[in-house]
């Protein structure tokens, strides 16, 4: 068999039917031009009234303050955190698929890369939501930039909080930049089959004239590989910056050296469940199934299965160094963790991200997709418990058990959560509405007869 | 009366596949056009040696923006925490390098992608929203499945039919001059 035999049968696999060049054109851009359908407007008034409970909640808390939130002393940290560190952990998957396996040269992300990367972007913005409105005096929100002022005074650049302004900060503008790049000729190509002015002028401005020039293409290429290249490191040093806000304290359970890859291998486990999520419902609304084949999906099952040891290993880990540290504290709140009053979080955790994932070892159940629809919910709400159970059981019983307390959240703790899904899906369905979903000029590059001899 | 007159941009020529484009861009090269260009739907391998096109400089761009944004990222912190408002912060040195790591690298990858994302904009003069290539209407199909060749007015050996007879002989299945036609409106009128 020759090499580009075995290429072209790979392709075969990733993207079916007989595509062409045009066929591919118009499948993906068909869905931003056709009628919209109607569940479109029933799950858009869904998740636009949850941005509104949203907006509402957070404009209650700048009135009130942070004390509608069930924070208390010692639990100082509470859903809002929680919340930030599990949001931005979903973006991770996205910039993953878009930059690592880009790297990789690993074809079948094609597929699902643009997706992906949208939802990282949405997932930061969520995630930003948290931070910005937890410092209490959002007004002054600014403080947290070095920007000269009246008082003279710098941010303070040994603070960890202050790594994760930059870190995020830039995570999101990367991601950003990344995204829109990699939609230029894309957004050319609506522009061209644009029927109306409105959509001529809109399409032609973002697309910024692009022609398709090989001069173009040269620079473009060039810039898509470095910004890959670049977003890596970035995406390690983001999560790995976030676990610093807990490592770099001296808190029992946070004061360990694993924290950074473990939580960059859990970012990633949950951005993949809920990359696998969202596939599975959009491909299903606008049927997707020649371009997000099962192939595609039971990758992301194996990439998944893979993440869920990792991050066993990790639970494993944190036990065996509390007790080979000798340190009776956190040894006390490891024991604390699975045995405590908060308990029954640690293993909804170890159910959701150890246990369930492992069905994935069987090619019958990672190719079936009620199965690993169920599963990626699942993963997501085991990661949300794993930030519950870190957060929560280290700060709710630290050092003296007179200072201890139970925390509990306030209707405004899941109402700003539940608000950050509306903002999510919001966002999420404008763009599956006005923007080409999967990555039209790169899927036309990996079909075989794309393939050209020289 | 309006008087018309027509400005020739250059011309185009389609080609089935990429695989012809290919083959099509080595053929214009050799034949010693310098203003030329292939547009496709998505990049393809092995275009720019077969256009004889020197590599992106895109890299020196974002290189120095990365240091750039490391160097003052570090001036930055060593400024403000050491210099300008020095504070002891848990008996640390004012310059206390590891810690200030962090926020290092985030600004030399910020600055660098920044020279990724701007430099390849201005390296491609892009926005440019208008081009003459868009007075063909059926080169609006270079985004879907259209593989074209494109000479400028500019080129010394710019000929309309000679250059059409040419890219037709190399396998051009249409060819189209691009025409501007530039009206110029009357001089009584133009008082208005």
Known sequence: ?454 | MNSQSIKIHGMIAEFEGPQQLLHAAEQVRDNGFIRFDCHSPFPIHGMDEAMGEKRSPLGWIVGIMGLLGGGGALLLQWWTSAVDYPLVISGKPFFSLPAFIPVTFELTILLAAFGAVFGMFALNKMPQWFHPLFFSDRFAKVTDDGFFVSIEAEDPQFDPEKNRQFLESIGATYTEVLEEKIEEEPAEKSGH
């Open chain 1, 1 to 454: 068999m020759t090499d580009s035999q075995t290429i072209a049968e790979t392709h075969e696999e990733l993207i079916k039917g007989d595509q062409t060049f045009h066929s591919v054109t118009d499948a993906i851009s068909r869905i931003s031009e056709q009628k919209t359908p109607k569940l479109w407007y029933l799950a858009f008034s869904i998740a636009f009234s949850f941005l509104l409970l949203l907006l509402g909640s957070i404009g209650y808390l700048i009135y009130k303050g942070t004390g509608i939130w069930g924070l208390n002393i010692p639990a100082g940290w509470g859903w809002a955190i929680i919340n930030f560190v599990w949001w931005v952990g979903i973006g991770h998957a996205g910039t993953l698929i878009s930059a690592i396996l880009y790297l990789f040269r690993q074809e079948w992300r094609t597929s699902i890369n643009r997706f992906a990367e949208a939802m990282t972007i949405f997932a930061v913005m969520c995630a930003l939501v948290f931070p910005a409105i937890h410092v209490g005096r959002v007004w002054v929100l600014y403080w947290v930039f070095p920007i000269p002022n009246q008082m003279s005074m710098w941010p303070n650049f040994r603070s960890p909080l202050l790594w994760d302004v930059f870190a995020v900060g830039t995570y999101f503008t990367v991601s950003l930049l990344f995204w829109y790049v990699g939609l230029i000729p894309d957004l050319a190509t609506l522009r061209d089959r644009a029927k109306s002015r409105i959509r001529k002028m809109v399409y032609g401005i973002f697309s910024l004239g692009w022609r398709g020039s090989n001069k173009q293409w040269k620079h473009y290429e060039l810039s898509y590989l470095i910004l890959a290249g670049l977003s890596t490191p970035l995406v390690l040093s983001v999560h790995s910056v976030v676990s610093f806000d807990f490592a770099v304290s001296v808190i029992p359970g946070w004061h360990t050296t694993i924290f950074p890859p473990y939580f960059v291998a859990g970012a990633i486990f949950s951005g993949f469940a809920m990359v696998m999520t969202l596939a599975i419902i959009a491909r299903k609304i606008y049927s997707l199934e020649d371009f997000i084949t099962i192939k595609h999906l039971e990758r992301m099952n194996i990439i998944m299965l893979v993440t869920s040891l990792m991050v066993g290993y990790a639970y494993a880990t944190e036990f065996f160094v509390a007790w080979y540290s000798g340190n009776m504290y956190e040894a006390f709140t490891l024991m604390n963790r699975a045995l405590g009053p908060y308990s029954w979080g640690y293993w909804i955790m170890i159910i959701c991200n150890v246990a369930v994932p492992q069905i994935f070892w069987f090619k019958k159940l990672r190719r079936n997709v009620p199965v690993m629809f169920v599963a990626s919910i699942l993963i997501n709400v085991g990661m949300w418990f794993e930030r519950f159970v870190i957060v929560i059981t280290s700060l709710a019983q630290d050092y003296l058990p007179s200072s201890w307390d139970y925390y509990t959240p306030t209707f405004w703790d899941v109402a700003i959560y539940l608000g950050t899904f509306g903002l999510f899906f919001t966002l999420f369905l404008l763009f599956l509405r006005w923007l080409p979903m999967i990555a039209t000029s790169e899927i036309k590059g990996v079909l075989p007869q794309a393939r050209v001899e020289h």
